[in-house]
């Protein structure tokens, strides 16, 4: 059993977590609503993960470089994510993004399960799912009393969200599929991926993007290219990579997921206040049953593994 500090450790690196997790939508929502580009807010994201990781990249060994599958997770989790989440920002608020990104993830995870492992969800899992897709429905009657319908703006940003939402669940289970299959030259863990993903999705984008895409980094001040690209790079890429992997280490798995399932309602509500996005009932009650999906989510994968 874990000593008192011990467990407070813990928390405190579940509370950082969660923190990281929320700023990350807020903060890139009003990115999306700022001069820059998706393909600025990437760039800065990627840049800065990279510069603050390469002076560890000697432990990846020449192997890792050749492993195709390590591209592949990087194409996934680095760029197709990337690219689709910044560019939704432009388009749909943070409540959304807070309950298609955090908040879909058991349900797209399991559906990635079920295509790839072949594995079938239990029955509290799929109790947990059918509380996700109640909160999607509010969410849907939110749009329609405040808007009278999503506008082609909000569900395009919608549609990319779920599109970034989904490479990510297929980035997740294919790492852990793949780490369960890992030679004794590369590994899959968890700090190979962050360094691997951070340094590859670089190599492969930042060249097209300096060459090529727009850009809008002269219309922001210097401090706000700053702040994004700190908070992007090193708060959300790394430290809160390295906050969660505490987290799960001191309280177990269940325990931190049912902290971290607190992303979706913080961020929706805080958006209010913070962003002046409309906010009612609806949507409220919506964000609460994603949440509390995760919550159920995170305790069937839990025991499952145990």
């Known amino acids: 059993m874990s000593a008192p500090s011990s467990r407070t450790s813990g928390y405190l690196a579940a509370a950082g977590t969660v923190a990281l997790w929320t700023g990350f939508i807020l903060l890139s929502r009003l990115a999306g609503r700022s001069p820059l580009t998706a393909w600025d807010t990437l760039a800065l994201r990627l840049g800065?993960?990279?510069?603050?990781?390469?002076?560890?990249?000697?432990?990846?060994?020449?192997?890792?470089?050749?492993?195709?599958?390590?591209?592949?997770l990087a194409l996934l989790g680095g760029l197709i994510y990337g690219l689709?989440?910044?560019?939704?920002?432009?388009?749909?608020?943070?409540?959304?993004?807070?309950?298609?990104?955090?908040?879909?993830?058991?349900?797209?995870?399991?559906?990635?399960?079920?295509?790839?492992?072949?594995?079938?969800?239990d029955r509290r899992r799929i109790v947990a799912l059918a509380c996700i897709a109640l909160g999607i429905a509010f969410a849907g009657v939110h749009e329609f009393h405040a808007h009278g319908g999503p506008?082609?703006?909000?569900?395009?940003?919608?549609?990319?969200?779920?599109?970034?939402s989904l490479a990510w669940a297929v980035y997740s289970v294919l790492a852990r599929k793949w780490?369960?299959?890992?030679s004794a030259h590369v590994t899959y863990d968890a700090w190979t991926l962050t360094r691997f993903v951070a340094l590859a999705s670089?190599?492969?984008?930042?060249?097209?993007?300096?060459?090529?895409?727009?850009?809008?980094?002269?219309?922001v001040p210097p401090v706000m290219l700053a702040v994004h690209g700190l908070y992007?790079?090193?708060?959300?890429?790394?430290?809160?990579?390295?906050?969660?992997l505490k987290a799960v280490q001191v309280l177990g798995a269940e325990r931190t997921g049912a902290l971290v399932a607190l992303v979706p309602v913080l961020a929706g509500v805080a958006a209010?206040?913070?962003?002046?996005?409309?906010?009612?009932?609806?949507?409220?009650?919506?964000?609460?049953?994603?949440?509390?999906?995760?919550?159920?989510?995170?305790?069937?994968?839990?025991?499952?593994s145990q």
Do not use: N
């Not at 510069?51 to 599958?69: N, Q, V």
């Open 48 to 72: 800065t993960a990279s510069l603050l990781l390469l002076p560890f990249s000697g432990g990846l060994l020449r192997t890792a470089w050749r492993d195709l599958r390590l591209w592949v």
């Open 84 to 121: 689709f989440v910044f560019a939704a920002f432009k388009y749909a608020p943070a409540a959304h993004a807070a309950i298609l990104l955090p908040g879909m993830q058991p349900f797209l995870v399991a559906l990635a399960a079920a295509c790839i492992l072949g594995s079938r969800p």
């Open 151 to 164: 506008s082609p703006g909000t569900l395009t940003g919608d549609l990319l969200l779920l599109g970034g």
């Open 179 to 182: 780490q369960q299959q890992a």
């Open 202 to 219: 670089t190599a492969l984008y930042l060249p097209v993007y300096l060459l090529w895409l727009p850009k809008a980094l002269d219309q």
């Open 232 to 244: 992007q790079g090193a708060g959300v890429t790394i430290v809160a990579m390295m906050f969660f």
């Open 272 to 304: 209010a206040p913070l962003l002046g996005e409309a906010l009612s009932p609806w949507l409220v009650a919506g964000l609460f049953c994603v949440s509390g999906g995760a919550f159920m989510a995170a305790g069937t994968t839990a025991r499952r």
